[in-house]
């Protein structure tokens, strides 16, 4: 039986598991992140512990994606200043001596739905994630969207709700962006308490969804993706749904007509992968890189 190594490398926490061909998780493990002296070290030794085929790295940005570029596999210009211009690819290639699949995080999540969850039965689908940030991973003809880098759907330009109480930008570099509005961090500076502690009120929802809702008509104005699911923290407030569903009716105002406008609890879903859409995504990334290296051999 093949083993792949998957790593879910976070700002906060790395996440190293073992996974069969199938998709099951034989073992994990989740480190804190500290700096690569520290960190890397720990990763290493716990897939060392296994006979793994290949590795699979789902990592936090931005990262360089190009395979023609001189710091492709590297993480670049990231605010966790130990890990900015680190070689982590390269690094986990010197040790492990196997073939390594490097996307972001977030296009790992959208790999990992597309794969064993929601969007298995799709070829083209978006997966965004609502937590610390928002990020968007696309999934074209079943394959993660690179582009020029790599999509930063959690930065597109949104218009401010004219009753918007919030007095602080929460972006660094958008006064007026999806993240700016609707990150958890932004609903608890808007409001003055952690997101999860606002559920009861319902006009935190409304104005959560107007922004969700405003942020998927675009998405699927440009993309015409076939399913859109939604994941992170933010969305485990389960009121928010039927609410996005709503805005994105009414934004929309009936200029797309097919059958997924019909019905939109099917269009728009939850993550179906109990929180291990991005883990599996990473699987996912280490069997296709053992792939591509059979068929360069
Ligand atoms: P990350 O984005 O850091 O990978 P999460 O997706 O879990 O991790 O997002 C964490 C953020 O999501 C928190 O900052 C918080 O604002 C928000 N969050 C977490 N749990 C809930 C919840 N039950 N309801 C609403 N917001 C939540
Ligand atoms: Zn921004």
Not at 17 to 35: H, M
Not at 39 to 59: H, R, V, W, Y
Not at 121 to 140: E, H, L, N, P, Q
């Amino acid at each position: 039986m093949n083993l792949y190594g998957a790593l879910e490398a976070g700002g906060t926490k790395m996440v190293c598991a073992i996974a069969d061909e199938s998709g099951n998780i034989l073992e994990r493990v989740s480190l804190p992140t500290r700096t690569p002296a520290e960190t890397m070290p720990e990763m290493i030794a716990f897939f060392q512990k296994f006979d793994i085929c290949s590795l699979g790295i789902g990592c936090f940005g931005p990262v360089d994606l190009n395979p023609g570029s001189k710091t492709y596999g590297y993480i670049t210009s990231t605010p966790k200043l130990a890990w900015e211009n680190y070689p982590i690819v390269q690094e986990f290639q010197k040790a492990l001596n196997v073939p390594v699949g490097f996307d972001t995080d977030v296009n790992a999540a959208a790999l990992g739905e597309a794969t064993w969850g929601c969007t298995k039965d799709v070829k083209c689908s978006i997966y965004i994630t609502i937590g610390t940030g928002v990020g968007v991973g696309v999934i074209v003809d079943g394959k993660p969207h690179h582009g020029m880098l790599h999509p930063e759907g959690g930065h597109i330009l949104l218009n401010r709700h004219p009753n918007d109480p919030m007095e602080h930008n929460f972006c660094p570099y958008h006064t007026n962006c999806m993240e700016n509005f609707a990150a958890g961090p932004a609903i608890q500076a808007r409001w003055g308490k952690p997101a999860a502690e606002l559920a009861d009120r319902r006009e935190v929802w409304e104005l959560e969804a107007y922004y969700i809702g405003q942020a998927l008509c675009n998405y699927i104005l440009l993309l015409s993706p076939e399913r859109i699911v939604l994941g992170g923290g933010v969305m485990h407030q389960q009121q928010l749904m039927p609410l996005i569903h709503k805005e994105v009716a009414a934004q929309l105002n009936g200029y797309i007509r097919c059958d997924q406008m019909e019905h939109l609890e099917d269009y728009i879903v939850p993550a179906s992968l109990q929180d291990n859409q991005g883990i599996l995504g990473c699987a996912k990334l280490a069997m296709d890189a053992l792939k591509a290296e059979g068929v360069k051999a």
